[in-house]
């Protein structure tokens, strides 16, 4: 997130990049180059080489030498376009949408049959979604595009989260309409710095925990330490202060070699923070037909573990939800390198940015599993307590 000075800095870049991409098309005759492509054009005239430093900057800046410059503006307009309508927001009460459109009442929990079946929206709207099932469950034998982590695992699509912050009510229902429905891992890639009726997730986190699901948060990408700024749902209960224990929050990792072992923009917390996993440059499926491309956040991270999840249960189905936690948090993997704080840049021990110290792997989770015995048991309704229902 951006304050209204560094939008106006932002916009401006934007602009400028904009101009630069025009020249750089028409000088190099092509209207698709990748950051690698524009590293290696040389050009001769003053004004093309200034277009070409500039740009390249930015490739290099966000650490996306590979991706495409259209894919790079297309998503830092719609980055922009986003935080504008926040700043905006700050100051100018919004529109009464949810009366006018969603036709609920919003402040009556009970009143949940409302919204429509159009996961789709428009294609723009629908590749955040996309990109996360594709991670977690794209077919594995086809030969196509990318190859999901779980091979055997069916996607309940639930469209809650607009082009902004998610409502409150909208995610409780989601959660408990999700468990009702046989989900048996919630991956929840969203996040917000507000939560003004966070009673009505908790009893919904509550109802998933003694339900037996496993619920994965994506941590956030505002750089910052959520021990200290919350990154809202999160596993704290508001009334009594205690911890879900069916919940793990992941960061986002990068590639050593490249970004660094932690992305720069991933959000982190010693106490908030479970592990972290792939976030940076991953490749997944987009709306359209045979339609993939690279994106990063930990948006992507939060899947990547909730498909490992998904793996784990397909060979382990006894294991509870707070085994499948515990597998995955002792398996990791600790570098011995420092990473980089990506709020102060300092060097530091992976164990200073989550809980665990370490990043997601497959391999040893399963092997670990193999060695537990299940505890899954299932849960009576009538000693589930339902508020609000």
């Avoid at 990109?131 to 034998?141: C, K, M, Y």
């Avoid at 009505?200 to 619920?215: F, H, N, P, T």
């Avoid at 505002?222 to 929050?249: C, E, L, M, Q, Y």
Wanted: proline share 4%; net charge neutral; charged share 25%.
């Amino acid at each position: 997130k951006v304050s209204g000075l560094n939008l106006l800095y932002q916009k401006r870049t934007y602009s400028n990049a904009l101009k630069n991409d025009s020249i750089l098309r028409k000088s190099m005759s092509k209207e698709k180059y990748t950051g690698k492509d524009l590293d290696a054009y040389m050009p001769t005239e003053i004004n093309i080489k200034k277009a070409k430093n500039s740009m390249l900057s930015l490739f290099q800046m966000y650490d996306i030498m590979d991706s495409y410059n259209k894919d790079f503006l297309e998503e830092f307009g719609d980055f922009l376009d986003s935080e504008e309508k926040k700043v905006e927001a700050a100051t100018t009460p919004p529109k009464n949408y949810r009366a006018d459109i969603v036709k609920d009442n919003y402040q009556d929990l009970n009143d949940r049959f409302y919204g429509n079946n159009d996961v789709m929206a428009s294609e723009k709207s629908a590749m955040h979604g996309t990109h996360v099932s594709g991670l977690i469950g794209a077919d594995r034998n086809n030969g196509i595009g990318v190859k999901g982590i779980a091979d055997n695992v069916k996607i309940m699509m639930l469209r809650v989260v607009p082009n902004g912050d998610e409502h409150d009510k909208d995610i409780a229902l989601a959660i408990r309409y999700a468990v009702n429905n046989g989900a048996q891992i919630i991956n929840m890639s969203f996040g917000k710095g507000f939560s003004p009726q966070k009673q009505w997730i908790d009893d919904a986190v509550r109802y998933a925990e003694a339900k037996g699901v496993l619920m994965v948060q994506a941590a956030g990408n505002d750089h910052k330490n959520i021990d200290n700024f919350p990154n809202f749902p999160t596993p704290v209960f508001k009334s009594d202060g205690k911890r879900a224990s069916n919940w793990i929050t992941v960061g986002a990792s990068g590639d050593s070699l490249t970004g660094g072992i932690v992305g720069y923009f991933s959000n982190f917390g010693k106490r908030e923070v479970d592990l972290f996993a792939p976030g940076l440059d991953i490749y997944s499926s987009v709306p359209g037909e045979e339609k993939y491309q690279a994106l990063q956040g930990t948006s992507f991270s939060s899947p990547i573990v909730a498909g490992i999840a998904a793996l784990i249960l397909e060979y382990f189905p006894n294991l509870s939800a707070q085994q499948l936690k515990s597998v995955l948090e002792k398996s990791v993997l600790k570098p011995t390198a420092l990473v980089k704080n990506p709020e102060t840049g300092d060097w530091v021990n992976l164990s200073e940015l989550c809980r665990t110290g370490g990043l997601v792997n497959a391999y040893e989770a399963v092997k670990l599993a193999a060695n537990v015995k299940g505890e899954r048991k299932p849960v009576k309704e009538d000693t589930v307590k339902l508020k609000g229902f």
